[in-house]
């Protein structure tokens, strides 16, 4: 194991490994039942996604994900479906322009395929070129924001039923338990415990019992419900998927959305990579420099990569949103983690939650939203990246937030900054400047908004 792993080589010890597998999966259990609890929104009465078979997915996509890129990356990151791109999935793709669950999941399976040919291609190099750094930041942090205020939503602290969002005036018993959610999660954070996040969600479900907004199961270890898999899995395969999908005369839609999927997915993981592995030495600049360059699987990053990327794929086949690379890793890796042996560490403690998902699923929405809020706040550390006193780098930073976020769209934000991107370097003369691929995506969008128009004037 040692040999195989690296262990002794990369200074670490199997002791080492194990702790940071535990802190790394305290960190980031929340999406056990954050996820469900997301995408079971976008079923409907007649088309209802089920939330076991959701939950199930969840641990499934986690564990064979991170089980990938710790045998085969061999490097100490956990995979799990993405906070945001869940948000997309539900809010944007189903409940906003329509689809039903079963073609979203068809989508992130496209998207997956796609991210995989382009870890192994050149192509990933152009579009990782493409993208400037300011609307990557301006993407990530946007997400963060969007994410923020679904939890300000779900937990009743926001109310959106009028003319305009206002406060909630606290007279329902939700909203204050999910501020006592946060509060609890903010003060363990400033104490720096480990899994502040899932003790947070933890004891705001317990004191949501006495208050009657927890529901407590008859039984708390009914297997029989781990039989929802069957609802959700392969799902996309039938009448309502691939076959709905391209029969649907939206196409255009289709490639916006598998489009958004995979830029998000991509750049959320290559930030992960290098932000928490450069520093640490897990990746140094060879390693990226490999990445960007090379084909096929030359540097530890290559690997990383691909196994993010058919995560993707796999988790779609069990009925989850895209996959992908966790911030909360740096939790493991800041406890020494260095090897893929953390990775499995972690994978098999998502395993052995599988019996639990009666247990699981008594989290009600107020008490999983403050961790929404919470990881909001950490993707806004992206915003300071942006050189907001440059006015070029600004504009289109700022579309891609405001649109994002109050227009309720993650997909609408990137299609604004990629339009006033190109504008500004239009009207700078500066239109050299603007990749191609930039380019025909913002022209895309143009198309897709003036097609959306039309039918809507229909």
């Not at 702790?19 to 790394?24: D, E, N, R, V």
């Not at 189903?94 to 291609?121: D, H, P, R, S, Y």
């Not at 995979?262 to 520093?279: C, E, V």
């Not at 990327?309 to 911030?327: E, K, Q, R």
């Amino acid at each position: 194991m040692d040999k195989y792993f690296g262990i002794t080589k990369n200074g670490s010890t199997v002791r080492t490994e194990v702790l940071a597998g535990f802190t790394t999966f305290f960190t980031m259990a929340y999406i056990m039942f954050v996820n469900p609890n997301i995408l079971s929104a976008a079923g409907t009465d007649a088309n209802p996604f089920n939330w076991n078979g959701i939950f199930v997915a969840t641990i499934l996509a986690a564990a064979i994900g991170t089980l990938i890129m710790g045998l085969v990356a061999k490097v100490p990151f956990a995979v799990a479906p993405g906070m945001g791109l869940n948000a997309f999935f539900t809010f944007t793709v189903c409940m906003g322009l329509k689809f039903q669950w079963q073609e979203a999941l068809a989508m992130v399976f496209i998207c997956g395929i796609i991210n995989i040919i382009i870890t192994v291609t050149q192509l990933r190099k152009a579009i990782i070129k493409a993208i400037p750094k300011s609307l990557q930041l301006a993407i990530g942090g946007g997400i963060g924001l969007f994410i923020a205020y679904i939890g300000f939503i779900s937990a009743g602290i926001i109310n959106i039923g009028g003319n305009v969002p206002s406060l909630s005036r606290f007279t329902e018993y939700s909203p204050l338990l999910a501020l006592i959610g946060l509060t609890v999660i903010i003060i363990l954070m400033m104490l720096k415990v480990k899994g502040a996040m899932l003790i947070g969600i933890i004891t705001a479900t317990l004191i949501g019992i006495p208050m009657g907004v927890t529901s407590v199961p008859e039984k708390l270890f009914d297997l029989s419900r781990l039989a929802g898999i069957g609802d959700v899995s392969f799902a996309f395969f039938g009448d309502i998927g691939f076959k709905s999908l391209f029969s649907s005369g939206r196409g255009i839609q289709v490639i916006i959305v598998v489009f958004a999927f995979s830029l998000t997915d991509t750049f959320d993981t290559i930030g992960t990579f290098i932000g928490a592995g450069r520093k640490t030495g897990i990746f140094d600049n060879n390693d990226e420099r490999a990445m960007s360059e090379s084909k096929g699987f030359k540097s530890k990053m290559d690997r990383a990569l691909f196994a993010d990327s058919t995560a993707t794929s796999i988790g779609a086949l069990f009925g989850t949103s895209n996959t992908t690379t966790y911030i909360e890793s740096a939790s493991g890796i800041s406890e020494g983690g260095r090897t893929g042996l953390t990775s499995v560490v972690v994978a098999a403690l998502f395993v052995v939650c599988l019996p639990l998902v009666a247990i699981f699923g008594m989290a009600p929405a107020a008490a999983t939203a403050p961790a929404l809020i919470i990881v909001g706040i950490m993707m806004a550390e992206s915003f300071k990246g942006i050189r907001w006193d440059e006015i070029e780098e600004a504009i289109p930073a700022f579309f891609t937030i405001a649109i994002m976020t109050l227009a309720y769209n993650i997909s609408y934000g990137i299609a604004a900054g990629f339009i006033f991107y190109l504008i500004v370097k239009l009207f700078k003369q500066r239109i050299k400047d603007v990749h191609p691929i930039l380019v025909g995506a913002s022209l895309m969008f143009v198309l897709y908004f003036v097609l959306m128009a039309i039918n809507n004037m229909g």
